[in-house]
């Protein structure tokens, strides 16, 4: 029986994963403030951080094409222990006690009410991302274990649309409560332009992705070093 040939990746111990991951986490951990916002441009339900999170699926598909699924995994992890600290932070300045005066009271509620639901949206985005991630990682990986360098747009193609919806059904499920949504028609209208918006800009950005993991690739010393 032939075996299937390894693929190469590079080793995660460099300074462009160390980039890629403080990236990835910034993304994460804005977009749990940001998602915590309902948004209404026209008819489109949608929420604050609609322009920032497809980011997180680009730097994931970079990191799984050149360091391999367990760094894309790592860096999944790394993202929300980022989350879950912030929540926790944002959870003891709630918690400390503030001015009395109108002023601080009027803080203090603002901030509860700015910062109180963003748990919610860090569960949601903990289940959606990491469900959605990891079938996008797992896709990109197949397809390259099939065909080794070659194909890289397909794999893209297909990891986006699959991970997005699986996220974006997830997510919007959770998410809904944190930002005033309260029947299925505005879920509907949520769910859908958040993964329609999300594999657009994925397939209009691919090209750039297809040049950065070229990039890196060329840039990495230890690209080939590491095998799956």
């Known amino acids: ?40 441009i026209g008819p489109v339900i949608t929420d604050g951080a609609f322009f920032l999170f497809p980011l997180a699926y680009i730097l994931g598909d970079v990191i799984t094409e050149v360091y391999g699924p367990p760094a894309a995994r790592r860096a999944i992890i790394t993202g929300f222990l980022g989350s879950l600290s912030a929540v926790l932070v944002y959870a003891l300045i709630i918690w400390l006690p503030g001015f009395d005066d109108e002023f601080g009271l ?9 910062l109180g639901p963003v748990w919610i949206v860090v569960l949601a985005s903990l289940l959606g991302y990491a469900a959605g991630q990891s079938v996008n ?39 809904a409560q944190a930002i005033g949504i309260d029947s299925f028609a505005q879920w509907a209208n949520y769910a859908l332009f958040g993964f329609l918006w ?13 040049r950065v993991i070229g990039w890196t690739k060329n840039h990495e010393p230890s690209y080939g070093s590491a095998t799956y």
């Open 1 to 40: 029986m032939n075996e299937q040939p390894q693929v190469r990746y590079a080793s995660i111990g460099s300074g462009n994963f160390a980039t890629m991951l403080a990236v990835m986490v910034l993304v994460v951990v804005l977009s749990s403030i940001g998602a915590s916002k309902g948004v209404v």
């Open 106 to 114: 009027a803080k203090q509620h603002a901030l509860e009410v700015a």
């Open 198 to 210: 999300k594999v657009l800009v994925e397939l209009s950005l691919m090209p750039v992705t297809a």
């Open 137 to 175: 990682s797992l896709i990109m990986w197949a397809g390259k274990r099939r065909n080794q360098e070659s194909k890289l747009y397909r794999r893209l193609i297909s990891s986006t649309g699959a991970g997005e919806a699986v996220d974006t059904i997830i997510f919007c499920t959770v998410a």
